[in-house]
């Protein structure tokens, strides 16, 4: 048996973990529910026995671990920094944690970044060596490949693609990730119920309008309900803005969108698509781009997690992948 990597993915929700060959084939896949309003060291030894479940036996077979985690953190000092859907985690050491545990390199990156690692390595965008990779989640967020690298910016902060700012009307001034999220999708559809606007979004909650999610919207949209179409459409235009920036920014050969919202699919893509092409500056962006839906889905995060392994946590071109292949 050759050398393995463990991947850790840390959720709000859940922890993941998985042990992948060093071709990032996945080879055993644990999970357990994260319960972080217990605090952070239950969460944290809850996180170690799922790593030892899915760990070699023979700790020298492993090349190291890896973890995707929610932002903002640090990849450089391994320190969780804030997390919104982790109360409590205030600049956390956890890659120290982690490695005194188990005596393994470990790397630790935001879950949109080691994304884009993913998808560069073995998703959509493999064999590509400029990759912007998008998520359309309860937040917007992103992860940039930039001529083969990982972009991280000075503090690891880069990317931050849900947080550009627009103006919308009014001049009142918001967000990609204000705008067009999933809560944002929900607060528009709800807003227009409560001023009578008539949807079969109303039925799939049974009136509660306090239970309508982006979920509820995505079914109602294709069912045909044109408040649900309509909300969605609003969204891919504003993501299809936020597109168009990255392009005149990074000249990106791909883009490649994931998370629980893109899974409307065309609802979402066909109006981001069509403000793309309507809004960048010149026909040479969009020539030969490619902007496609992930081809990893809910695994992104753990394969993530073990190619920023694989890339010594980022630093290595993808295209040195071979030497591990």
Known sequence: MGKAIVAVDLGGTQIRTARYDLELNLLQRENTLT?????????IERMKAYIRKVMPVSGGDMLGIGISSPGPLNPF?????????????????????????????????????V???AEASTGAAQGCRHVAYITVSTGIGA?????GKLLLGREGLAAEFGHIPIIVENDRVSSVELEAAGPAIARRVKRALKNGRASSVTDLVNGDLERVDARAVGEAAAGGDQLAIDALAYAGRIIGLGIVSILHLFNSEIIVVGGGVAKTGDLLFEPMLETVHERVMDGAYTESLRILPSALGDDVALAGAAALVATDGGNLDIGELDRLF
Do not use: K, M
């Not at 319960?35 to 969460?43: D, F, I, K, L, N």
């Not at 992860?143 to 001529?147: A, K, L, R, S």
């Open 35 to 43: 319960r972080a309003s217990q605090g952070v060291a239950p969460t």
């Open 77 to 113: 000092t391994g320190h969780i920094v804030a997390p919104p859907n982790l109360p409590g985690w205030l600049d956390v050491p956890l890659r120290e944690i982690i490695t005194t545990e188990f005596d393994q390199p470990v790397y630790i990156g935001n879950d949109a970044n």
């Open 115 to 117: 994304a884009a690692l």
């Open 143 to 147: 992860g940039f490949i930039c001529d």
